[in-house]
């Protein structure tokens, strides 16, 4: 169960008029038939989920959280990235959602040397990234299966999470499976899966906010990948 709620703030900014209807009529139905429906138990990703579902009218007792995991394929390497310049990996889609724009804009802002990879399907926009001066620094891969991701994310010194809303996001846990130190937004359904011993939050979305904690992560970052990689079997 998900979808517009009013629990949902940062999803759905973008949507039109119509969509605006659509969202609101189905929220309607959702209401209705889950307060009609007999179960015995509904299952959630994360708090911020509990709350969504909350939202659509089903009592918090009879609601569990069941945290996500991952494949042991997702395991740290042998040794650590000491990457000349450091590597920045962004992995979904190109979305405003996902805060791919956010992103960019905050990779140009970044004064020191750095490398970005960004992984995912269909069009990274390769002219914004000359626009803003970063296509020498971006390397775009396409959309890698979900085996081959390993290695990704062992070869990037910190993967940013820029994301307004998840439910529950895989990415970020994979990414701290690995050992890999995370750069994620600070709202609920991202924050409880950080770790403070191998994570750097930002609480405003904007180019300052996250630019500046992508230089605090690499300031610290043996720091924080020494503690991503000691919690990062807690992702199994």
Request: proline share 6%; charged share 20%.
């Amino acid at each position: 169960i998900a979808g517009w709620s009013p629990v949902r703030r940062g999803m759905f900014t973008s949507e039109s008029p119509i969509e605006k209807i659509k969202n609101r009529l189905r929220f309607g139905i959702k209401n209705v038939l889950t307060r009609v429906t007999s179960f015995d138990q509904v299952i959630v990703f994360s708090q911020h989920h509990q709350k969504i579902v909350e939202s659509f009218g089903i009592p918090s007792d009879k609601i569990d959280i069941l945290h996500g995991g991952v494949s042991s394929r997702f395991s740290p390497g042998d040794s650590q990235q000491n990457n000349e310049p450091p590597e920045l990996l962004y992995v979904g889609d190109f979305s405003a959602h996902k805060g791919y724009p956010l992103f960019l804009n905050s990779l140009s802002a970044i004064e020191r040397p750095v490398r970005a990879r960004v992984i995912g399907a269909g069009d990274a926009d390769r002219s914004y990234m000359r626009q803003l001066g970063i296509a020498d620094q971006v390397t775009v891969e396409g959309f890698v299966p979900r085996s081959k991701l390993p290695e990704y994310y062992r070869k990037a010194d910190l993967y940013i999470n820029p994301s307004t809303d998840e439910l529950g996001p895989n990415t970020l846990l994979e990414a701290l499976a690995c050992g890999t130190p995370v750069v994620a937004t600070d709202i609920l359904g991202i924050n409880e899966f950080t770790p403070p011993e191998g994570s750097i939050l930002f609480d405003s979305r904007t180019v300052d906010s996250l630019s500046s904690s992508i230089n605090e992560g690499l300031n610290k970052i043996d720091k924080l990948t020494n503690g991503a990689r000691s919690v990062s079997g807690q992702y199994n």
